[in-house]
Structure formats: C-alpha cells, structure tokens
C-alpha cells in the first residue's frame, strides 16, 4: 500500500533551519568516519605492502627451519655459485644469470645526532637489480665502498626527517660511518623501508663471509622443482627454498591478527558512531514533538514521516562521507607508518572509500530509526500539547 511521503526539500530545510545541532553531528560523524578511513588505510596499506613484495618469477633459498626468519638465516657463500651452476632455468641475459647472494639482517642505524633506532640492512652485488625488477634508483647512483643506498621510506622507518637521510648525508651502523650515495623506490613494497649497500663491504664490517639468502629469478620456461630437488640433494648445505610470493604470503599470515583488531577498531568506531548519531538524533526529535504531531494532523502518516527524518540523517552522513573522503585522501593517503617489517604507506584506495561511505551511510541510517520510532509512538494529542 502506497503512501504520501514529505517532500524532498522539507529534510534539507529542516537541517538548515537548526544550523549549529546540524553542524556539530557532521563534526561528529566526519571525525569518526575519518578515523575509520586511517584504519582502513592501514590495513590497505599493510597488505599492498606485502602483496607487491614478492615476482612471481623469483625464489629464495634461505638456511634449512629457518621459516619466514630472514635475519637469522645463514649459508656459505658458495652456494650463490652452486646454484646457477647446478640449476637449470634460472633467467640470463648477456650472459648474466639472475641470482643475487644478499646478507640481510636488521641492526641498531644512528641517523645524525639521534638515538639509535633498529632499521632494516641488505647487502646486495649488482645483480640484485636484475632480480628486484621494481627497483628503481630516481636520485644518486649505485653505492660504492662506504656508501649506502636508501630506500624511499628508510628516514620513516627510522624515525628521521627526509632532509636527514638525502644523497651526501651519513648514516651510522656496524660500528662504520656511511655514505648516502643514492634513494631509490620498489614499487611500494616492503624493500623500500631498507638500506642498501654493497655485499663486500657489509661482511667486512660485520666480519662474516656467510649470506642470508640467494634470490633468483626463473625463466618462463623454468621449473622451480629443479630448484627444490637442488637444496634437497645437497644436505651439506642445509638449504631450503619457497617462491618469493610464497615468503611474503606466509607474512600477511603472521599479521592476521593485527588486521583482525583493525577490523575490531572498525566495528567499535560504527558502534560508537551510531550511539552518537542516536543520541544526536533523539535531542533532535524530541524537541519537534508538536511539529511531528501538527504533520500527522493535516493528513502525513507515521511512516512518511519517518522516512523524511531518516532522509535527514543519510543526507548528514552522506556529506559527512565527502568530506572524510576528501580530507583523507589530501592528507592521510600517502602518509608512512613505521611498522615491525619496516614501513609502509597508508592507502585510502577505492576499497577504502567503499568502506569508509558504507559505515557513514549506515550511521547515519541506524542511528537515527531508534529515536524517530520512539518519538511518532506519542500520541497525536498528547504531541500537539507538547512545548
């Protein structure tokens, strides 16, 4: 059964009419939605972080239970010479083949006159750029002796300013004083919270001549069960492999929890939200009660008008929406977190927004029904009276 609804126009006015309650419940519905989109963003960001990480084309044998444990990993150093000598299908060009022997361990980096603070180091040969195919150097040169090279979001992950870690600055580790002689980036993927510096220079400084890894990439007609059946043969070694894709997938596994609590944050932040938004809109039906009833009298029904205050609160969190959109996108999308596997940036992606929309819109939907349903049960007459 059809029936008459309110005009359009008649919830638009109404929102103009109390401007100060009006603009107090979009501060409050903003704010939540914008601490909504944070969250959201960290967890995008956390998982783009992860997923970009890994070519789909490329291995890494790492020491025999070691698991997803890099830093604790160590193999002779021959063993980035029996691999492509032993390996068939490992990817070559110009006689090169891709495999790049890394030293990777995360140790205590003093950035001008800070403190300390645990960053992340690899030591590369010059290969790693045929096997780390979204490196891209955009300032400065490859690393010499002495000099280091620097990934996009080291300065985050150590808590320094940009400024302190640009090309011909110094950092310190390993007891050795080191030049920044480039910046470069990696597609967004976890390499980009590193540093970087030659292979030869890094065990001289640690005194060791073991490596943490061997990365390799496979040619597309390459069998990774070749590289399997290799570290299983070679006992000597203690070796094991996974695909690269394969590493970093175990390592969105091991942070499950921490997007189950985001998610947990999430839900809280609706939650809350909508306490809010009931109470927002229950101050405000309560104090047209003669109004609602004078609408019954000339012929609306209970339901249209209903209807109309929920319009007003949708329309609420609809601009509400726009403009934690807006706000989150000019200044928290792009912005880096320092995390335990390094940093990352938050995203406030299309998912993001989805999501970030969906919760204002049900704010603003949920929270108003409780307080307009309670209020249209007054009678009629008993509404008219009221002041």
């Known amino acids: 059964m059809f029936f008459r609804l309110l005009p359009w126009e008649y919830a638009i006015r109404n929102l103009f009419r ?11 519905l903003t704010t939540v939605v914008v601490l909504v989109f944070v969250v959201v963003g960290f967890i995008r960001g956390l998982e783009r972080s992860l997923s970009v990480s890994g070519d789909p084309q490329a291995a890494v044998i790492l020491s025999l239970g070691m698991g997803e444990n890099l830093e604790y990993s160590s193999i002779p150093m021959r063993t980035s010479g029996l691999v492509p000598a032993s390996v068939a299908g490992i990817e070559e060009r110009f006689g090169q083949k891709f495999v790049s022997p890394e030293l990777y361990l995360g140790t205590q980096v003093r950035v001008g006159s800070r403190k300390p603070s645990m960053g992340l180091v690899r030591g590369v040969t010059r290969p790693a750029v045929l096997v780390r195919k979204s490196l891209d150097i955009f300032e400065g040169d490859w690393p010499r002796p002495g000099e280091v090279l620097v990934g996009r979001l080291a300065a985050a992950k150590l808590g320094a300013s940009v400024e302190e870690m640009a090309v011909g600055k110094s950092v310190r580790l390993e ?18 919270s590193e540093i970087w510096c030659r292979l030869d220079s890094l065990q001289q400084a640690m005194k060791r001549q073991d490596l943490s890894l061997v990365a390799v990439t496979l040619a597309q007609k390459g069998d990774f069960a070749d590289l399997d059946l290799f570290c299983k043969e070679r006992l000597d070694l203690e070796l094991q492999t996974m695909r690269e894709r394969a590493y970093y997938a175990s390592l969105q596994k091991d942070y499950a929890p921490i997007r189950s609590l985001a998610w947990l944050v999430v839900t809280l932040l609706a939650g809350a939200g909508i306490f809010a938004g009931m109470n927002t809109m229950y101050g405000s039906v309560v104090g047209r009660t003669s109004e609602l009833a004078a609408l019954q009298t000339i012929g609306f029904s209970r339901r249209a008008i209903a209807v109309s205050l929920i319009q007003e609160g949708l329309l609420l969190a609809a601009a509400s929406s726009l403009l934690a959109a807006f706000f989150s996108l000019v200044f928290i999308n792009g912005m880096t ?41 007054m009678p009629i007459v008993e509404g008219l009276k009221a002041v």
Do not use: H, K
Request: charged share 15%; glycine share 16%; hydrophobic share 50%.
């Open 18 to 28: 109390r401007r100060l309650r009006t603009a107090l419940t979009l501060v409050g």
């Open 175 to 192: 007891g050795q004083t080191w030049e920044i002689s480039g910046i470069f980036s990696a597609g967004g993927s976890a390499f980009e």
């Open 337 to 377: 977190v320092r995390f335990t596997m390094g940093a990352f940036a938050l995203r406030v992606d299309n998912v993001a927004i989805l999501i970030g929309c969906g919760v204002s819109l049900m704010l603003g939907f949920l929270g108003g029904i409780y307080p307009v349903f309670r209020a249209l049960r």
